[in-house]
């Protein structure tokens, strides 16, 4: 607190997720900032919530940009990462931004690095006890000769965010089903200097997937436990997920604390498993030291992990969240419809069984009615592609490059 007012915020990248933090900030009495990372959707800058929104000059250099608007622009604010640029940014620069004044979010800067590295997080679950599948590291084609796992299996970048700063992909990774596949995928993506990681696949269907998400202290004692499970995502089978459902999982929430706590993680965290369908057992998939797009899910279900993060850094009350609901779901609806219509033609899922998964009360992923323009910009920009000629669609897809298209 500085004469009454509370201290701002400042919030790193982010898209939905930002929007729900700035909003709960700002219900707070708390002013808010957000730092655009070149890549993210311009969702808040629309927001009542947002009190200024920075975009970068130069989009290959936004995290200096970031560091002299903080030095010059900004009075002292606690930094929220809300993207992975984000994190990467607090983990490398937490002396130099404590030196200005400000207050980074909790958390220790190996521990958040290793977590930016697919690889690495991989290495540290399984010498922590928890189950994840085996991966390679491949910075050359020749690196595949290395699998000692059958095709098919999955491909993903090591770091995910550098990766889409030179690539355009909608998809987490893709499923090769040979050696000659996987060659064709990561050939133009290593010219491009960028390690990928082929990865053991995790068989079972896509409502396996379950998230834990806490809180840890500087002594690593966690503040809340928050378990759901994701029914479906787009594209399917290795996509982000297009319907969430809150539900507690007391073996979801013991792994994710083991490895939350092994790997030294502090603060915000996020786990990600995979329950196998060979031997029943949850694997990781990955974990995110930062807000993730269901923020909004999570604080409608009973949970403010941005009330939490923040008044942990300026020594507020923790706001007590020892249960929440259960049962709330969270619906992406385009791209639930989308991966609908794929799991159904492949006799995953039927039309029946889809809309029975609906019949929960909904968490708003950007509709607020003490502030609604962003959901309306959302909701016009979406009427206006409908009404687009088909060739001018085509031209702006063709604009962007995804090296995961040659899959099918």
């Not at 000692?148 to 965010?161: A, E, L, N, Q």
């Not at 490895?259 to 196998?276: H, M, Y």
């Not at 949970?303 to 007590?320: E, K, S």
Request: glycine share 8%.
């Amino acid at each position: 607190m500085t004469d009454g007012a509370r201290i701002p915020a400042v919030l790193l990248g982010g898209a939905v997720n930002a929007l729900s933090v700035a909003r709960s900030l700002w219900h707070s009495g708390v002013a808010v900032d957000v730092l655009a990372d070149g890549r993210s959707n311009a969702i808040a800058p629309h927001s009542r919530a947002c009190r200024r929104y920075v975009r970068p000059s130069d989009t290959s250099a936004f995290a200096e940009e970031w560091m002299t608007w903080l030095q010059n622009e900004s009075s002292p604010a606690v930094l929220l990462p809300c993207s992975d640029e984000g994190v990467e940014f607090v983990a490398r620069r937490r002396a130099a931004l404590e030196a200005m004044g400000h207050l980074p979010v909790e958390g220790d800067g190996e521990a958040l690095l290793a977590m930016l590295d697919k690889a690495r997080a991989y290495e540290l679950a399984r010498a922590l006890g928890v189950p994840a599948p085996r991966t390679v590291t491949v910075t050359a084609l020749s690196d595949l000769g290395e699998l000692d796992f059958p095709y098919p299996c999955g491909i993903k970048p090591v770091h995910s965010h550098r990766f889409a700063q030179d690539f355009h992909a909608d998809a987490k990774g893709v499923t090769v089903s040979s050696r000659d596949h996987a060659r064709q995928i990561l050939e133009p993506i290593l010219d491009a200097g960028h390690p990928m990681l082929v990865t053991e696949y995790v068989p079972g269907p896509d409502d396996q997937y379950r998230s834990y998400y806490t809180y840890l202290d500087h002594e690593g004692e966690p503040l809340v436990h928050f378990t759901k499970r994701k029914l479906r995502q787009y594209p399917t089978h290795f996509g982000l997920g297009s319907y969430h459902l809150t539900e507690w999982n007391p073996e979801v929430a013991e792994l994710g604390l083991r490895f939350a706590r092994g790997a030294g993680l502090r603060g915000l965290v996020n786990v990600e498993f995979k329950r196998d369908a060979r031997d029943g057992l949850l694997k990781l998939i990955e974990c995110n030291p930062r807000f993730t797009a269901a923020n909004e899910q999570v604080r409608a279900a009973g949970i403010d992990f941005a009330l939490i993060a923040y008044n942990a850094r300026v020594g507020g009350p923790i706001p007590a969240a020892s249960s929440f609901r259960d049962g709330l779901g969270l619906w992406l609806v385009v791209d639930d419809v989308r991966a609908f219509r794929h799991y159904r033609e492949h006799g995953e899922l039927t039309t029946r069984a889809w809309l029975k998964t609906l019949i929960h009360r909904q968490a708003p992923l950007l509709f607020s009615w003490s502030d609604p323009k962003p959901s309306l910009v959302v909701w016009l920009g979406r009427a206006r592609a409908l009404v687009r000629k088909p060739f001018r669609r085509s031209q702006l897809e063709s604009a962007s490059v995804d090296p995961f298209a040659v899959a099918g």
